[in-house]
């Protein structure tokens, strides 16, 4: 899932209280009470074989092995992006399913090196910390230095007065957090005195240091251009995730100097040094590689239908990710989840009456570029797709599905859930005909163009402060319950769109009106960034 502005995270930050049993690492009892209860007997047999293999044969856990541990994470241009790509091509081609990888532009690629990050003064402590995304290398030397902080400045000038200080040092540029406790924890044991005190001070520091930054002209993300060019050796920051030990981890905003991301306690040990006058300092050493301009791809897979081969169900996920974690539930889930609904539907329904297409989507992080390239590229495949059912939020089971602003995807979405056993569809609930993705996940770009594409929408998990984007994203996140019960979902409901005798209705709704009075506009097909650099 991007994290660029025009994300819209309505549907995904929605929170539906349900009572659940299912466990991360549930015992051989829970797993086959689990099975059997999914194991309803339905009336349609293919639906029945898709139950029991997805159930019974299931893949995931070998997929989530080698796309997470063996390949990774996924940053576009990087070699374990390319690695990915070759990985999810041979495994379709191993299940009998044609594969190949399509370029749909360039980026600057980057390899990551080791990073170490080490406190040596005023006493010796290895930081938990890592190299930002496209950062510069400090070339496999340790480069030693002092850390400083922001002061507080009058004015640009005293801002510009100020700049020469940072000429050999690291500077620090986030804001130190008061409490390293997320909220839940503050609410559970805190006093409500304590708990509005820190609220209050927390408040307080935050409008303080935002106007302190506002002063030197510059916003946050440019601010590090300007200290590299005054000779800082480095940039650290701390971005925390409200949550006990994540970080979010993005890109560098330098180009000639490291920038580093250090988890909340150390980056606090080393304001806190540095505040005082203690004057501490680091060692770091990075070796990290730019390696010009690289290809970026999509993995596009097919399981070609019989009697209407030029029609389409379009099954979608973004391969790439950030890499804090190993882009576990960001988008590995999506990714081995279409994958699995892909071998399942090709062991059950060899010969489906639409072509069932798998689009596995690159550089999403980076505004949905790999999905925007391909509808733009493909108006041929766009024009005669019946449906595209996205993945995109996460390891929970799906338990919300909204009719994209299509008038009669009640009548249709309807008979497809109707399909799938109850067992699986209980906690689902429905909004039709809902609203046009405006660009939060890929789905968004097929909506844009005028075709159904839906957003299957998962229970959260603690997904936005836990995984999204942090350095906590990792296989050791992931539920496959849930995720199995994805792929019984998802593969019935693929089942059920590409038997239709016809393509569907795609009447869109009237929009709502905006702020103005006057109706919004339905989204606009956006052009891709073909190449690029970091963000």
């Known amino acids: 899932m991007n994290s660029f502005k025009e994300c819209s995270f309505v549907i995904h930050g929605l929170f539906i209280a349900v009572a659940t049993t299912s466990l991360a690492n549930p015992s051989f009892g829970q797993v086959q009470q689990l099975r059997q209860q999914q194991e309803t007997v339905v009336s349609d047999p293919i639906i029945q074989q898709i139950v029991d293999e997805a159930n019974n044969n299931s893949q995931l856990e070998d997929l989530a092995f080698e796309l997470l541990d063996v390949v990774g994470p996924r940053l576009v241009g990087t070699p374990q992006m390319t690695k990915a790509n070759d990985w999810t091509v041979e495994k379709f081609q191993s299940w009998g399913i044609k594969a190949e990888k399509q370029q749909f ?11 170490h990050i080490d406190m040596v003064h005023p006493r010796v402590k290895t930081l938990a910390g890592t190299q930002l995304a496209w950062s ?43 409490t390293g406790r997320p909220d839940y924890n503050w609410k559970e044991y805190g006093t409500p005195e304590s708990i509005d005190r820190m609220n209050d001070q927390r408040i307080s520091l935050i409008k303080a240091w935002e106007e302190n930054i506002a002063k030197t002209g510059f916003s946050a993300n440019s601010l590090p251009s300007i200290l590299e060019e005054a000779g800082a050796v480095g940039i650290l920051t701390s971005f925390w995730s409200w949550e006990f030990g994540a970080n979010k981890i993005f890109g560098a905003r330098s180009k000639m100097v490291p920038s580093l991301d250090i988890s909340l306690e150390d980056y606090g040990i080393l304001h806190r040094l540095a505040a005082r006058g203690h004057k501490p300092r680091i060692k770091v050493e990075t070796s990290s590689k730019s390696l010009g301009i690289v290809p970026s791809f999509n993995t596009i897979a097919e399981i070609k239908g019989t009697e209407f081969p030029d029609e389409y169900v379009i099954l979608s996920a973004h391969l790439d990710s950030w ?34 297409l798998i689009g596995l989507w690159g550089s999403e992080e980076q505004g949905l570029n790999g999905s925007r390239a ?106 496959f319950d849930d995720l199995r019960s994805n792929v019984i979902l998802t593969a019935t409901m693929a089942y059920k769109a590409s038997e239709e005798p016809e393509l ?32």
């Open 105 to 115: 532009g360039e980026w600057h690629g980057w390899e990551r090196g080791i990073s």
């Open 136 to 178: 510069p290398s400090t070339n496999g030397k340790a480069v030693e230095a002092e850390v400083i902080v922001l002061p507080e400045w009058k004015d640009s000038l005293d801002f510009r007065s100020w700049l020469p200080a940072v000429k050999g040092k690291y500077v620090m540029i986030s804001q130190p957090q008061l």
């Open 323 to 356: 890499e804090g974690g190993s882009g576990a539930t960001d988008n590995g889930t999506g990714t081995i989840t279409m994958m699995e609904v892909a071998r399942v539907l090709k062991k059950i329904l060899p010969n489906p009456k639409r072509t069932i």
């Open 374 to 479: 391909f509808v733009i590229d493909n108006p041929d495949i766009v024009e005669k797709t019946q449906a595209v059912f996205n993945l995109d939020n996460g390891t929970g089971r799906v338990v919300n599905i909204d009719g994209s602003g299509f008038v009669h995807s009640y009548d249709y979405i309807g008979r497809w859930l109707s399909a799938v056993p109850t067992t699986i569809t209980k906690e689902i609930k429905t909004n039709f005909p809902g609203n046009p993705g405006s660009g939060g996940s890929d789905h968004a770009s097929f909506v844009a163009a005028g075709i159904p594409a839906f957003m299957l929408s998962s229970l959260s998990w603690g997904y936005f402060s836990i995984t999204w984007h942090t350095n906590l994203d990792t296989y050791d996140k992931l539920v």
């Open 504 to 535: 569907v209705n795609r009447e869109q709704r009237v929009m709502p009106a905006g702020r103005n009075g006057q109706p919004t506009a339905w989204p606009a097909i956006r052009q891709p960034r073909r190449t690029g650099v970091g963000y």
